[in-house]
């Protein structure tokens, strides 16, 4: 089983709302994966969580804020968004953070920012 | 450093054959190659690591020079399905992320 689950699909939110998105993984995975991809584009890295614990931040605005609170779970909680925030959020997940590990991508949230 | 991939795109028909580059400027650890379709999330295909190793589909092959930091995914016999954006991503150490290059659409046609 390689799946890695997340909600919601879609997502439409205002600029001054408050929300979170939600990446599972049941594979015992301990690393895990917030990308953003706008269209066309490849998926550019936002953070890395290495055993439940933040290991990158790709300089990333504040108002995205993850957190995992276990080793099967990632949040991504967002808050006063911008519209060129909206993009395709795409979870990942694999066996360690490596450059040797295969990384599982989630069906990915699509957000849009009014 | 974002890696290269060529051609931008490519038009098969059904049955033709097709190759895609991947090469980067520095030297590389690990390439990662992924097929993504409109709307879908990236699919891992095949991964290939400095000293030979590679995992991956059986029915995907690819090559991995490590003296010119360059990968090739052969695709053979194109079928339908294989239509969508192929990715790699590369890693310049064993604990590097990831960086994908800007994608190479292929379109299968009947």
């Known amino acids: 089983d390689t799946e890695v689950t997340q909600t919601p699909k879609h997502l439409v939110m205002g600029m001054t709302n408050k929300k979170s998105l939600k990446c599972e993984q049941h594979?015992?995975?301990?690393?895990m994966y917030w990308y953003k991809q706008k269209a066309k584009k490849p998926p550019e890295l936002m953070f890395v969580y290495s055993y439940e614990k933040l290991s990158i931040n790709e300089s990333v605005p504040s108002r995205f804020s993850p957190e995992c609170p276990n080793s099967s779970l990632l949040n991504l909680h967002l808050h006063a968004l911008q519209p060129e925030d909206s993009a395709l959020y795409l979870c990942?997940?694999?066996?360690?953070?490596?450059?040797?590990?295969?990384?599982?991508f989630g069906p990915g949230t699509r957000l849009l920012v009014l | 450093q974002q890696p290269v991939q060529s051609p931008q795109a490519v038009i098969l028909r059904e049955g033709e054959d097709a190759v895609i580059n991947c090469s980067s400027s520095k030297a590389l650890y690990s390439v990662h190659w992924y097929r993504q379709k409109h709307g879908e999330a990236p699919v891992f295909l095949m991964i290939?690591?400095?000293?030979?190793e590679q995992k991956g589909h059986e029915k995907i092959s690819a090559s991995f020079n490590e003296k010119k930091q360059q990968s090739s995914l052969y695709l053979t016999a194109s079928q339908l399905s294989y239509s969508g954006t192929y990715f790699c991503g590369t890693a310049s150490g064993g604990s590097e992320k990831l960086v994908f290059g800007k994608g190479t659409k292929l379109t299968v046609n009947p």
């Open positions: 990942a997940s694999s066996p360690e953070e490596a450059g040797r590990e295969t990384q599982y």
């Open positions: 290939l690591l400095k000293g030979g």
């Open positions: 594979m015992g995975h301990r690393a």
